[in-house]
């Protein structure tokens, strides 16, 4: 029986595939996509249809980033990747990498070996930040951020105690969510969670699969429990290993445009939501 499920997933998986390369070869719009979706899946209900779609958009969206198939030059695919690099652009990731990496440049400070760049460093950052798109930050947490964010360049390769490597947006989130997520030594991202910070890494997949899971808002605290009860790394109602989570690798999920947190009134419990374009950044990472 496993096996003839399996046999059947797998042959669903191909047609959402197939049906992906199509769209992206004859460059269907979305409603012509559904359309297609109609014909080939009538006896099919609504609301899987509707699920088909997701999935046949996902999929597309993986394919325009696989550079081994030849749709560089469709324009489907250029407009997908140019409305790509605006979203990655618009990101709270990008726009502290692009702050730290142009204030190493203007002024030619570059982290020495076993060295923390100066202070100055950091509060030319964050003036800079707070006269942008973050002006409604706390300094001191900028401050926190902007030095996190000089591990994560660091660790990606793209900074040295000389010079700043020249990447485009796509590759420069692209790599800086790679060393965030699966280089860097999260006890020294994190470094107020102690032991616990590499205990979270190390379970990091889990917790970004009940995350991408959810399909509607939900309260952080709920995702915490169910993180904790399954790893034993906490116990479920901890609120410093709660607070952990939210301060650490949501709120850099939240940067990177995965999530984001759903402005609900100061006395109920913070909210979480699966951003427009969670699926469509992680297939990107994940290329």
């Known amino acids: 029986m496993k096996h003839s499920a399996d046999v059947t997933s797998h042959r669903f998986k191909s047609t959402i595939n197939n049906l992906a390369l199509y769209a992206l070869e004859h460059e ?39 550079s081994t198939l030849p749709l560089g030059n469709s324009i489907i695919t250029k407009e997908i990747k140019d409305e790509h690099t605006l979203l990655i652009e618009a990101t709270t990731a990008m726009t502290l990498a692009q702050c730290v990496i142009q204030t ?26 707070l006269d942008g798109h973050l002006a409604n930050y706390d300094p001191d947490l900028l401050v926190i951020y902007c030095k996190q964010t000089v591990i994560m360049l660091k660790t990606a390769g793209i900074i040295d105690e000389n010079s700043v490597e020249a990447v485009n947006a796509v590759e420069l989130y692209r790599r800086l969510f790679l060393a965030f997520w699966n280089k860097c030594n999260w006890k020294n991202l994190f470094p107020s969670g102690g032991y616990i910070s590499n205990d979270i890494k190390n379970n990091r997949q889990l917790l970004l699969d009940i995350i991408l899971s959810s399909n509607k808002p939900v309260q952080l605290d709920s995702i915490a429990r169910t993180y904790f009860e399954l790893t034993g790394i906490a116990k479920p109602y901890d609120l410093f290993a709660i607070s952990l989570l939210d301060f650490s690798v949501i ?33 990107l990472i994940s290329q």
């Open 28 to 66: 269907l719009t979305n409603d012509l996509i559904a359309r297609e979706i109609e014909k080939r899946f009538e006896t099919i209900k609504e609301n899987k249809k509707n699920k088909i779609m997701k999935d046949v958009l996902q999929s597309c969206y993986r394919l325009v980033w696989d």
């Open 251 to 283: 709120t850099w999920l939240s940067f990177f445009g995965i999530v984001e947190y759903v402005h609900t009134a100061a006395d109920t419990p913070v909210t979480i939501a699966l951003t427009n374009n969670a699926y469509h950044l992680v297939h």
């Open 104 to 129: 190493m440049k203007r002024y030619a400070m570059y982290p020495e070996k076993n060295k923390q760049l100066p202070q100055n460093f950091y509060s030319l950052c964050v003036d800079k930040l």
